[in-house]
């Protein structure tokens, strides 16, 4: 019986020492997987900007306003760490208004600054997926995959 409760205590005591490294280590991995997923979800997210921006027709884009030009700024908060939301307010307020279906009505007005906000690749998704469907199919190129887009912005997490 004594040496049940050695082995018992033993074991505890092991456990005990080792309770804080093994936290330790379970927060390390979740901040791993956390980072991973920010990482895979920022890239994603530039992917299908780029993806939508190079589908614009240039015809649906406001004088002064180019793919190019919206590219550059994608690619500067890209290189700046910074978010994507804006970028795609800029690309909302670059589009002519005659490119846009009726719903776009009653969301223009805060759509531009909900995109300015926007902090996490689920946010700029869903704003990126909002801004696609309110979109007239003459506002694409014709080789524009507005189905893949969609698809693709759907599983961003």
Do not use: R
Request: glycine letters at 10%; zero cysteines.
């Amino acid at each position: 019986m004594k040496k049940i409760i050695l082995s018992v205590a033993v074991v505890a005591s092991f456990l005990n020492a080792n309770a804080q490294e093994i936290k330790t280590d379970v927060k390390a991995i979740q901040t791993a997987a956390t980072t991973e997923a920010k990482t895979q979800g920022s890239s994603a997210i530039q992917s299908t900007l780029t993806q939508l921006i190079g589908g614009i027709n240039p015809t649906a884009l406001t004088s002064g306003n180019t793919a190019a030009g919206l590219l550059t700024k994608l690619s500067t908060a890209t290189s700046t760490g910074g978010s994507y939301g804006p970028v795609l307010g800029l690309l909302a307020n670059s589009l002519s208004t005659t490119s846009f279906g009726p719903g776009w009505a009653k969301l223009k007005a805060g759509y531009a600054d909900k995109a300015g906000k926007a902090k996490t690749a689920v946010e700029v998704a869903g704003l990126a997926s909002q801004l696609v469907n309110n979109l007239k199919p003459n506002a694409f190129t014709s080789s524009f995959n507005k189905a893949g887009l969609l698809s693709t912005l759907a599983k961003i997490k």
